[in-house]
């Protein structure tokens, strides 16, 4: 099986979302429950603090952990790779100067970053999460997707 196929449910950890509980603990259980990937999402943390979470996070979990915007950090706290947002460095720049193995992955945010054509809005984005959040919402995405990607 293909490591794409095997990730089924990615939590992110966010200190607004955990309400002071801990990341660690908070993703452990996530992962017990189903979770196959963590990314660490924290806008406000020093490198320091993001670095300190995502060791912390790597040593915790047998599931891959992605460092949101910091490639560097990712690399410093061995995990998996980095998820970079539309204000980033471009994957194209980046890529040569990161280990082999190393995730990159990237926001898309409409026709100039997927290649599709027509406008997006985010007001159907907002729509589709909530149509799509919570265990009924989950189902019902699942429920969508085409038979291949179940």
Same mark, same amino acid.
């Given at each position: 099986?293909?490591? *794409?196929? #095997?990730?089924?449910?990615?939590?992110?950890?966010?200190? @607004?979302?955990?309400?002071?509980?801990?990341?660690?603990?908070? !993703? +452990?259980? *996530?992962?017990?429950?189903?979770?196959?990937?963590?990314? @660490?999402?924290?806008?406000?943390?020093?490198?320091?603090?993001?670095? #300190?979470?995502?060791?912390?996070?790597?040593?915790?979990?047998?599931?891959?952990?992605?460092?949101?915007?910091?490639?560097?950090?990712?690399?410093?706290?061995?995990?998996?790779?980095?998820?970079?947002? #539309?204000?980033?460095?471009?994957?194209?720049?980046? =890529?040569?100067?990161?280990?082999?193995?190393?995730?990159?992955?990237?926001?898309?945010?409409?026709?100039?970053?997927?290649?599709? $054509?027509?406008? *997006?809005?985010?007001? =159907?984005?907002?729509?589709? +999460?909530? +149509?799509?959040?919570?265990?009924?919402?989950?189902? +019902?995405?699942?429920? $969508? =997707?085409?038979?291949? !990607? =179940?």
């Amino acid at each position: 099986m293909a490591f *794409a196929d #095997q990730l089924r449910l990615m939590v992110l950890t966010d200190p @607004v979302l955990l309400r002071a509980r801990d990341a660690v603990d908070v !993703c +452990r259980r *996530a992962v017990a429950g189903g979770a196959t990937i963590v990314q @660490v999402r924290w806008k406000d943390a020093t490198p320091s603090e993001l670095l #300190q979470l995502a060791r912390a996070l790597v040593l915790a979990l047998p599931v891959p952990v992605l460092v949101n915007d910091r490639v560097d950090v990712a690399l410093a706290a061995g995990a998996a790779g980095a998820h970079l947002g #539309q204000d980033d460095p471009p994957l194209d720049a980046l =890529r040569p100067a990161v280990p082999p193995g190393i995730l990159l992955g990237n926001s898309v945010g409409g026709p100039r970053t997927t290649g599709a $054509s027509g406008p *997006a809005s985010s007001r =159907r984005t907002r729509a589709m +999460r909530a +149509r799509h959040s919570g265990p009924t919402g989950s189902r +019902r995405s699942r429920a $969508s =997707r085409p038979r291949g !990607c =179940r």
